[in-house]
């Protein structure tokens, strides 16, 4: 999650990605998709009026997290879920960082888009 590179084919950035979009993105199926976000509160997905899942960067970021405590890290989804929000309390040094390099991401997406010739 925090290499600059993990998502390279979301060029250019979308603001929102459908399930299968993001399935094939983070490696996830749909269906796992759909099931974590019944066990973790942080991942809601926006709904559009005809209630299909539209996932935003952070979302997708937040997969890859999750999919990495998960796969590599052999968590429980409760060791997992609880690790999430442990790590997301303001003022935790981890998730600054986190968004810190979220952020250099997506500045050197912008700044790869803007020096593109027209």
Do not use: C
Not at 13 to 34: D, N
Not at 78 to 93: I, K, M, N, T, Y
Request: charged fraction near 30%; charge should be positive; avoid cysteine.
């Amino acid at each position: 999650m925090n290499d600059p590179s993990a998502h390279p084919h979301r060029d250019p950035p979308k603001r929102y990605y459908r399930v299968r979009e993001a399935s094939a993105i983070t490696g996830v199926p749909g269906y796992v998709l759909r099931f974590w976000e019944s066990q973790f509160p942080a991942l809601k997905p926006k709904r559009t009026a005809s209630g299909h899942r539209l996932y935003r960067p952070a979302d997708l970021d937040l997969i890859s997290e999750i999919k990495r405590l998960l796969y590599e890290q052999h968590f429980t989804i409760a060791g997992a879920r609880q690790h999430l929000e442990s790590a997301s309390s303001p003022g935790d040094e981890r998730s600054e960082q986190e968004m810190l390099a979220r952020i250099y991401r997506e500045l050197k997406q912008l700044r790869g888009l803007l020096d593109e010739p027209p």
